[in-house]
């Protein structure tokens, strides 16, 4: 299956894609366009559009919170993970949504480097995957923690 954004991805972007590959569809092929192409791309080439304005998989507000496309798809697709749900809360802060977690200005950041060492889209989403992947295996240790990190210093 195909799917399309808008180029130059940092947080969302590269996050939905790294989501879908890993818990949608492993052979998702990804396009990155220009923001005022999404559209007649989405509908030449029969790829679903995510985080632009006007697709089912981009922000939205429920019950006063904002979310992030990375939670639309979550919703969508009735994941249910409680590690993904944890780095759901990541990706959200980190993109610009509402909540509060220590791990999202360092996911900011370190997205941010990416984008700008990257040639292109797929690059920074081929330099990124581990960081999602490390992220999200953080965030089941998290879990199984039962929420509570004991910081060692080391």
């Keep these: 299956m195909k799917w399309v954004t808008r180029e130059k991805a940092r947080v969302d ?9 890993k818990f949608v569809d492993p052979e998702a092929k990804f ?4 923001k005022d192409q999404v559209t007649e791309v989405a509908r030449r080439e029969g790829a679903t559009p995510f985080d632009v304005p006007g697709a089912e998989l981009h922000h939205y507000e429920e019950g006063g919170k904002e979310y992030v496309s990375f939670d ?4 969508k697709y009735g994941l249910k993970d409680p590690a993904l749900l944890e ?6 802060v980190a993109d610009g949504g509402s909540g509060a977690t220590v791990e999202a200005a360092g996911l900011e950041a370190a ?7 990257a ?9 990124q995957f581990p960081l999602y992947d490390a992220l999200y295996a953080y965030c089941q240790w998290k879990v ?8 060692t210093g080391h």
């Design 13 to 21: 972007r590269i996050a939905c894609p790294w989501l879908i590959r």
């Design 31 to 34: 396009l990155y366009v220009p």
């Design 72 to 75: 639309a798809i979550i919703r």
């Design 87 to 92: 780095l759901a809360k990541i990706v959200r």
């Design 111 to 117: 997205a941010t480097g990416f984008r700008i060492l």
């Design 119 to 127: 040639k292109d889209d797929h690059e920074n989403q081929r330099l």
């Design 144 to 151: 199984e923690q039962g929420g509570h990190l004991e910081h």
